[in-house]
């Protein structure tokens, strides 16, 4: 085996990740608080104000960030779920459980800005959408997925099922969001849809996309602080 | 739970799983045919592991667990003939009729309606049924059992080895079945 | 391995014919279901016309999973779902026995009665081989789901509860194509398209539910 490729796996025990993480995290904080400023900075002051919804549109800053995580992350927490039961490696279920919450928190987030959103700008808190409604499933999917580890005393047998369970969760959430963009289109429900956002000025799309790394750089602080809990908790 | 532990058997032999409760009897007994992955160490057939023969494995023995793994709507009868067809060892229904006479259970009536001694009896019924499956596992086969009852199954076991096969078995009681000892407690 | 196989359906089959008061509930719980929705909307033809095939589905969504609790845990609980992981034929064969005779019991037995139901609702007859045939393609993927979940809350506290909450996400895209395959050919269009996407997924779910169910066992009882 090569040098890399003994690393790699020395650092797969939690107990020398341990440090590892707690050495990291403060880094990814700071990386955070950094990006989040510019992103704010250029959401709420630099770019320019839409003709058709005013101030109102530039909660998209934080809105569509938060929707790229949610499903970002939770295909994440699927790979390391996938490691954790090809290679039997504690520390990879440790790692998709500590990734659940701040999954569950960023569909939420992306729920309720989309809500706020909907509010000034189309009257209704909530709007059927394709986009919102497959969001408020993904949110069931990670709840359902703590809800199971929850359940679980075994910690071994929780990695285990929770990695399956987001496993086939992963290979059907295409499928959810096909299908309830079809049921969508079908139904014509609302016409309104939280897709006509304003068309991207280039500055509108930088400061998404600052925001989307301050989001992924504060998941990652996050999950690096839960995991380290976690594998206190287990005493591994 | 436990570790350390190792040993052997070989053909004619029998081996008590001495302990008392929650010393991992029934555990040890699941690793063995393979139910449960041990977190350290192995279990080998003739020389090869257990992981890699799987199927193979599992047709060379017999396990019955503390729980009685028959159905209370099917007829005594129905359950062995249905345990033998899962184990892809069927039997004709006069081999099941004579198997349940000897642990003198009537094969007709629905398990539901028949005694708790009647029950485990038709349970360990199959240990009738397989002389010539080489490997049986047996956890607490004389539990809930009468005194002759208790002797019958003696007499299944002590058979078996006498035949040449192997008996792995946990009880809390002393039984008179000659062999090996390993106990958890120590 | 086929032997073992008929010999497990056939087992199934008459422990829920020697049981048949569990299977009826869950027949009963449908209808009751249904009948709930006008009490609560109001019984007005055209309302009830168009939320039918919405409402059926959703009553066959509830039934099955009502169901499914049963599917792995009486065998859990007297032992006989370890003579199957021991036993001759592979372990994805088994689950996928189980749950056809699960759908067999619990399924079919929609299929059938959804007629009757969507008399009730006044919906025109011309629908009725679309509605039936939506259900019999989707009960049965909804019963190999049900069963990874099934399979991944045996022996835990929350039961039911739990079942439901991770399964009832993953049977979103079956209702949408089932009831939505009954709309389109109310509204005209024919329900080809949504039909076929069901058989898909009817395929899909066969061929890779199985698998799924066996390693959720396998996790389950180690």
Not at chain 1, 42 to 65: N, S
Not at chain 1, 116 to 130: H, M, Q, R, S
Not at chain 2, 71 to 92: G, M
Request: hydrophobic share 55%; proline share 5%; aromatic share 8%.
């Amino acid at each position: 085996m090569t040098a890399a490729g003994t690393r790699w796996f020395w650092y797969a025990s939690p107990q020398t990740f341990y440090p590892l993480a707690g050495k990291m995290a403060p880094a990814f904080a700071i990386a955070a608080v950094v990006l989040a400023a510019a992103g704010l900075w250029v959401g709420l002051f630099v770019a320019p104000t839409d003709a058709q919804q005013g101030e109102a549109y530039r909660i998209i800053f934080i809105h569509v960030p938060a929707a790229w995580m949610s499903m970002f992350i939770y295909v994440v927490m699927a790979g390391w779920a996938a490691l954790g039961l090809a290679f039997n490696t504690r520390l990879s279920g440790m790692m998709a459980s500590a990734l659940a919450p701040t999954g569950a928190l960023f569909t939420f987030i992306a729920l309720w800005t989309g809500s706020l959103w909907g509010k000034p700008t189309w009257g209704t808190y909530w709007v059927w959408d394709a986009r919102l409604t497959s969001e408020l499933i993904l949110l069931f999917l990670y709840l359902g997925f703590m809800a199971l580890q929850a359940a679980i005393d075994d910690p071994r047998r929780a990695d285990r099922a929770g990695a399956l369970l987001a496993i086939v969760g992963v290979i059907n959430v295409p499928i959810i969001y096909f299908s309830v963009k079809w049921w969508n289109t079908l139904h014509q429900g609302a016409s309104v849809s939280l897709k006509s956002a304003p068309t991207m000025a280039a500055t509108m799309f930088a400061g998404m996309i600052l925001m989307a790394l301050a989001f992924w750089m504060y998941a990652i602080a996050v999950t690096l602080v839960r995991v380290r809990c976690i594998i206190a908790e287990r005493g591994a | 739970m436990f570790r350390g532990l190792s040993f052997a058997l070989a053909r004619g032999e029998a081996l008590r799983v001495a302990g008392a409760n929650g010393r991992g009897k029934t555990s040890l007994l699941r690793i063995l045919c393979g139910l449960l992955v041990p977190t350290a160490g192995e279990v080998q057939w003739k020389g090869e592991r257990i992981r890699e023969l799987r199927e193979e494995y599992s047709r060379q023995l017999v396990y019955l667990g503390h729980a009685p793994a028959v159905k209370d709507d099917l007829t005594a009868a129905e359950n062995l003939a249905i345990a033998c067809r899962i184990a892809a060892a069927p039997q004709s229904p006069a081999e099941i009729q004579r198997a349940l006479e000897r642990v003198e259970v009537p094969a007709g009536a629905l398990l539901k309606k028949l005694s708790q001694g009647q029950r485990r009896r038709a349970a360990l019924a199959r240990l009738a049924l397989s002389p010539s499956v080489p490997l049986w596992l047996l956890d607490e086969p004389l539990a809930a059992l009468d005194a002759r009852a208790a002797r019958l199954i003696e007499a299944l076991i002590a058979e078996h080895v006498a035949g040449g096969g192997l008996v792995i078995y946990t009880t809390h009681q002393d039984a008179r079945i000659q062999g090996k000892v390993i106990d958890l407690d120590g | 391995m086929v032997d073992a196989l008929a010999c497990l359906l056939h087992r199934d089959l008459l422990l829920a014919l020697r049981n048949r008061s569990d299977v009826g509930t869950a027949l009963l719980f449908f209808i009751i279901v249904t009948t709930l929705f006008p009490l609560g909307i109001g019984a007005e033809p055209a309302l009830l016309r168009a939320i039918a095939p919405g409402v059926i589905w959703v009553a066959a969504l509830l039934s099955s999973l009502l169901s499914l609790g049963r599917l792995f845990a009486a065998d859990h609980a007297d032992g006989t779902l370890e003579q199957m992981l021991l036993g001759a034929a592979p372990l994805g064969a088994v689950v996928a026995a189980k749950a056809f005779a699960h759908w067999l019991v619990s399924g079919l037995p929609l299929v059938v009665i959804a007629p009757l139901i969507a008399l009730q609702y006044d919906l025109p007859s011309s629908l009725y081989g679309a509605l039936a045939l939506s259900l019999l393609l989707g009960t049965p993927v909804l019963s190999l789901i049900g069963a990874i979940g099934a399979a991944l809350t045996l022996g835990l506290r929350g039961g039911g509860v739990l079942l439901a909450l991770l399964v009832l996400p993953l049977y979103v895209p079956v209702l949408i194509m089932g009831a939505g395959g009954v709309e389109m050919a109310a509204a005209g269009m024919g329900a080809q398209g949504h039909l076929l996407l069901l058989g898909a997924m009817l395929v899909g779910a066969a061929v890779f539910a199985p698998w799924a169910i066996a390693a959720a066992l396998r996790i389950a009882t180690e």
